[in-house]
Every structure is written in structure tokens, then in C-alpha cells.
């Protein structure tokens, strides 16, 4: 069969089809020359219909699959087989709908299966080694977490002369599932290894679970955590207003791996017309979350990052903004929530609890001074991570403001401390035992 061209955001793949005796077809998308290579990275990727297309965050499907295509793209010489017939570990679309609801009840991915009469795993391998056959291939390097998948293709007769895992950040929705794998089915590190208190030099890590504390959403708001990045004299920017870059990269990709296993992250209107943030995560594998404005007044400029096709966007405004403003954000596919004002701008409560009815459990609020003491202030703030930077600049921009607070024995305190070294930064994180 002819290669047909196909164009991607990670470049241009030649895509084979291949029709299985089972009826269900294969997919080849290669890149570069393959034919009689040796060493050729190969991603067997199983089909996952709500992961893939449809962005679930049970899983770590689609970020694998978008992980498999970089990496393969970046090598400039791989195939990405695409498995149909493997949904839900070969369980079947309907059935894997099915162990969702086990799962909901309690179980985790391996006995919901079992408490419906269904494999662990049905999946077997002998038609995608076939394919990678009929592509020539001498030998492969197979990105993958699951040794089964190895084996599978060995006894395919498959030449796997390396293992490469795909590790993701994991989110508060599929920890729980990438833990299960990782103990009950033997995969190798799909959450990446975990930030570890007093690690020094640079920190590969993805899985920033420990940072978000134990997750409880109350009934009326999502949980939050609370996150900034500032300088040892406590400023998260300068008297001009910048704040680019005060920590380091190996804290600001455990800030994004925050952002991954969370379902949104929050900041306030100032914090987009000053930094103009993408607020997606970039710095490690995971899926970006919902991005959320807090905008009284609808200040938001319309060439804004935040207004991009990178994630999706939520602005929650009041009656003060004007209907053209929210019918054209509105138009743009930004979700536009109308909340009663209070006199500092945005309800804090009504916003938070607008969030909670529309599904969000985990909300992480990166910012700016404005929103943190106002959320400070509401008592909002489940955790508190906070990145100190070695730098020292006077004045500036506080992270915290006013409070109102007239005694130490009246401050909020905080509990259950984590340190964290990342190089020449810290990382503290603690629980809010009590807010005013």
C-alpha cells in the first residue's frame, strides 16, 4: 500500500494502513527511512478513544501518544503503530465504560476488570509485530512503560534492543491508575520519578503529587493550592512590574507538572495584561490544564496568550463587564462566567463555587499579588507551595498584602511542612490549618 502523507504538529508522517485478520486496522505513521535500520525507535500504542481523542485525564493515553509523536519526530526516524481493536487493554469501548463505573465505586483499574468477569489485559501483539515486518524494520528501540508490550513482541519475533519508558505527569484524576500499573502490572515509572525533599542538582522529575497534599474538593469550591515563585527578601517581582525569570528551571518545571495534575489553573486579570502567560505546560509531559481569569470588568486584551488555542480558557467576570465584551469572548470559545462583584472585584466564593458546578475539583492559583491575599484573606487556600529564589532586589511587589491582621497569634498558620532543594532554589510546601 502506498504512503500517503500526513501533516502533524510535529511534522510531516507517512501513514500505512494495515487490515488485521481480525478486521481491525493498524495504522503506521513513519518517519524518515526505516527500512533495514537497526535500533529504530517504535511506539505500539493502543487504542484509547477517550484519552486520544476525546483529552480524558483517567489516563495517560493521549499525552503518550503526543509524547511518542515528539520523540519519534525529534529522532527524525521511527513508526508510531496505532492499535485499533486495544481499547481498554482490549476490553472493548462499552466494557472500559464499564470499569469506570467499578472504579468509581472504589476499585482500582486492575480489580474493576476482574469484578465484571473481564481480562486485566486482553491485548495480544502478534499483528503489530506484522506490521513493523512488513516495514523492514531490522531492529527496535520500543517506547514503552509496559513489559508485557516487550515481551509481546519478542515472542512476535521482534528484535527489542532497548526500552525507553514514556513517563508523564501524572494528574490528581490518574495518579491513583499510574500508581495501580506501576505496582499491580509491573510498569516501569510512568509518573517519572517523584520530587524528593532535599534533592539537589538538576531534578528530571515529573510527578509533583507530593506538592498537592491530599486532595479533599468541599462541596461548594475546588481544592486549591496556592503557588508563587519569589525572592529571598519575599518580592515576586521588581519595582518595575518584572518578574521574568525569578526561579530557576528545575522550579519552574515542578511548577508545571503542578499545573498538569491539576484541573485548572487561576490568576487574575493584572497578571495577564503585566506577564501575558500561556499558563499550558511545556516544561514536562502532561496535559494542560483549563485556564481561568479573574476579570470584574473584562480588561482582558484580546491579543492575550491566555485567549489562544493551547488550552482551554474560562473568564470569570461580573455584571460590570459589558454584554459585547462577553459576546465576543464568548464567540472566540471562551467560556464566560457571569458572578456577583464584591467591592476588591470577582466574588471569590460565587467564582470558586461556579467552578466547583461546572466539574473542577483542583484548582492551582499561580497569581498575582492581588488574588493571592484576597484568596489569603477569604480563607480559599487548601496548600501552600512556595518557590524562594536566591536573589535579593529591595523593593518590589509583595506577594502578600494586607491581611488585616494586627496580631502574629491571629496570623494564619501553617502546617506539615516539605522542603524541597531544586539547585540554588527551595521549594516549601505546607497544608493551611486555619484561615481568618
Same mark, same amino acid.
Given at each position: 500500500?502506498?504512503?500517503?502523507?500526513?501533516?502533524?504538529?510535529?511534522?510531516?508522517?507517512?501513514?500505512?494502513?494495515?487490515?488485521?485478520?481480525?478486521?481491525?486496522?493498524?495504522?503506521?505513521?513513519?518517519?524518515?527511512?526505516?527500512?533495514?535500520?537497526?535500533?529504530?525507535?517504535? =511506539?505500539?500504542?493502543?487504542?484509547?478513544?477517550?484519552?486520544?481523542?476525546?483529552?480524558?485525564?483517567?489516563?495517560? @493515553?493521549?499525552?503518550?501518544?503526543?509524547?511518542?509523536?515528539?520523540?519519534?519526530?525529534?529522532?527524525?526516524?521511527?513508526?508510531?503503530?496505532?492499535?485499533?481493536?486495544?481499547?481498554?487493554?482490549?476490553?472493548?469501548?462499552? #466494557?472500559?465504560? /464499564?470499569?469506570?463505573?467499578?472504579?468509581?465505586?472504589?476499585?482500582?483499574?486492575?480489580?474493576?476488570?476482574?469484578?465484571?468477569?473481564?481480562?486485566?489485559?486482553?491485548?495480544?501483539?502478534? #499483528?503489530?509485530? &506484522?506490521?513493523?515486518?512488513?516495514?523492514?524494520?531490522?531492529?527496535? =528501540?520500543?517506547?514503552?512503560? #509496559?513489559?508485557?508490550?516487550?515481551?509481546?513482541?519478542?515472542?512476535?519475533?521482534?528484535?527489542?534492543? &532497548?526500552?525507553?519508558?514514556?513517563?508523564?505527569?501524572?494528574?490528581?484524576?490518574?495518579?491513583?491508575?499510574? =500508581?495501580?500499573?506501576?505496582? =499491580?502490572?509491573?510498569?516501569?515509572?510512568?509518573?517519572?520519578? &517523584?520530587?524528593?525533599?532535599?534533592?539537589? $542538582?538538576?531534578?528530571?522529575?515529573?510527578?509533583?503529587? +507530593?506538592?498537592?497534599?491530599?486532595?479533599? +474538593?468541599?462541596?461548594?469550591?475546588?481544592?486549591?493550592?496556592?503557588?508563587? *515563585?519569589?525572592?529571598?527578601?519575599?518580592?515576586?517581582?521588581?519595582?518595575?512590574?518584572?518578574?521574568?525569570?525569578?526561579? $530557576?528551571?528545575?522550579?519552574?518545571?515542578?511548577?508545571?507538572?503542578?499545573?498538569?495534575?491539576?484541573?485548572?489553573?487561576?490568576?487574575?486579570?493584572?497578571?495577564?495584561?503585566?506577564?501575558?502567560?500561556?499558563?499550558?505546560?511545556?516544561?514536562?509531559?502532561?496535559?494542560?490544564?483549563?485556564?481561568?481569569?479573574?476579570?470584574?470588568?473584562?480588561?482582558?486584551?484580546?491579543?492575550?496568550?491566555?485567549?489562544?488555542?493551547?488550552?482551554?480558557?474560562?473568564?470569570?467576570?461580573?455584571?460590570? *463587564?459589558?454584554?459585547?465584551?462577553?459576546?465576543?469572548?464568548?464567540?472566540?470559545?471562551?467560556?464566560?462566567?457571569?458572578?456577583?462583584?464584591?467591592?476588591?472585584?470577582?466574588?471569590?466564593?460565587?467564582?470558586?463555587?461556579?467552578?466547583?458546578?461546572?466539574?473542577?475539583?483542583?484548582?492551582?492559583?499561580?497569581?498575582?499579588? /492581588?488574588?493571592?491575599?484576597?484568596?489569603?484573606?477569604?480563607?480559599?487556600?487548601?496548600?501552600?507551595?512556595?518557590?524562594?529564589?536566591?536573589?535579593?532586589?529591595?523593593?518590589?511587589?509583595? &506577594?502578600?498584602?494586607?491581611?488585616?491582621?494586627?496580631?502574629?497569634?491571629?496570623?494564619?498558620?501553617?502546617?506539615?511542612?516539605?522542603?524541597?532543594?531544586?539547585?540554588?532554589?527551595?521549594?516549601?510546601?505546607?497544608?493551611?490549618?486555619? @484561615?481568618?
Amino acid at each position: 500500500m502506498a504512503r500517503v502523507p500526513m501533516p502533524t504538529p510535529w511534522g510531516v508522517f507517512d501513514v500505512r494502513a494495515f487490515e488485521s485478520p481480525t478486521d481491525h486496522v493498524y495504522l503506521a505513521m513513519v518517519r524518515g527511512n526505516v527500512e533495514h535500520k537497526d535500533g529504530v525507535f517504535v =511506539r505500539l500504542h493502543s487504542e484509547c478513544l477517550t484519552g486520544d481523542a476525546l483529552g480524558s485525564l483517567r489516563c495517560d @493515553c493521549g499525552v503518550q501518544l503526543r509524547l511518542a509523536m515528539r520523540r519519534i519526530a525529534a529522532e527524525d526516524c521511527g513508526v508510531l503503530v496505532y492499535a485499533t481493536g486495544h481499547e481498554g487493554r482490549g476490553i472493548g469501548l462499552i #466494557n472500559k465504560l /464499564r470499569t469506570y463505573v467499578e472504579q468509581d465505586k472504589g476499585h482500582d483499574t486492575l480489580d474493576a476488570n476482574l469484578r465484571l468477569g473481564l481480562p486485566v489485559d486482553g491485548r495480544t501483539y502478534d #499483528n503489530a509485530a &506484522a506490521v513493523l515486518s512488513a516495514l523492514d524494520l531490522r531492529s527496535v =528501540r520500543l517506547l514503552t512503560n #509496559n513489559p508485557r508490550k516487550v515481551d509481546g513482541m519478542r515472542r512476535a519475533g521482534i528484535d527489542v534492543v &532497548a526500552v525507553e519508558p514514556l513517563p508523564t505527569a501524572p494528574h490528581a484524576r490518574n495518579l491513583g491508575y499510574l =500508581r495501580t500499573k506501576e505496582r =499491580r502490572m509491573d510498569h516501569v515509572g510512568p509518573t517519572g520519578l &517523584a520530587v524528593t525533599p532535599w534533592e539537589s $542538582g538538576p531534578l528530571p522529575a515529573v510527578d509533583a503529587s +507530593a506538592l498537592l497534599g491530599e486532595v479533599r +474538593a468541599a462541596e461548594d469550591r475546588p481544592y486549591v493550592v496556592l503557588k508563587f *515563585a519569589q525572592t529571598l527578601d519575599g518580592r515576586i517581582a521588581t519595582s518595575t512590574g518584572d518578574a521574568k525569570w525569578i526561579s $530557576g528551571e528545575a522550579e519552574r518545571r515542578i511548577s508545571h507538572a503542578l499545573r498538569a495534575a491539576c484541573d485548572a489553573v487561576l490568576v487574575g486579570v493584572g497578571t495577564v495584561m503585566t506577564d501575558d502567560p500561556l499558563l499550558t505546560v511545556r516544561l514536562v509531559a502532561g496535559a494542560s490544564p483549563q485556564r481561568v481569569v479573574l476579570d470584574s470588568t473584562l480588561r482582558l486584551p484580546p491579543t492575550a496568550q491566555i485567549l489562544g488555542p493551547d488550552a482551554a480558557t474560562t473568564v470569570i467576570t461580573t455584571r460590570r *463587564a459589558s454584554a459585547a465584551r462577553r459576546t465576543a469572548l464568548h464567540e472566540r470559545g471562551v467560556r464566560v462566567h457571569v458572578v456577583p462583584s464584591s467591592p476588591r472585584g470577582v466574588d471569590l466564593p460565587a467564582a470558586l463555587a461556579r467552578l466547583r458546578a461546572a466539574g473542577t475539583l483542583t484548582l492551582l492559583v499561580e497569581g498575582g499579588a /492581588r488574588v493571592i491575599t484576597s484568596m489569603l484573606g477569604a480563607g480559599l487556600v487548601d496548600r501552600l507551595v512556595v518557590g524562594i529564589a536566591p536573589t535579593i532586589i529591595g523593593a518590589g511587589t509583595e &506577594a502578600v498584602g494586607t491581611l488585616g491582621i494586627t496580631t502574629v497569634a491571629d496570623g494564619i498558620r501553617l502546617v506539615d511542612r516539605s522542603v524541597y532543594v531544586l539547585d540554588d532554589d527551595m521549594l516549601l510546601a505546607w497544608d493551611v490549618a486555619r @484561615c481568618r
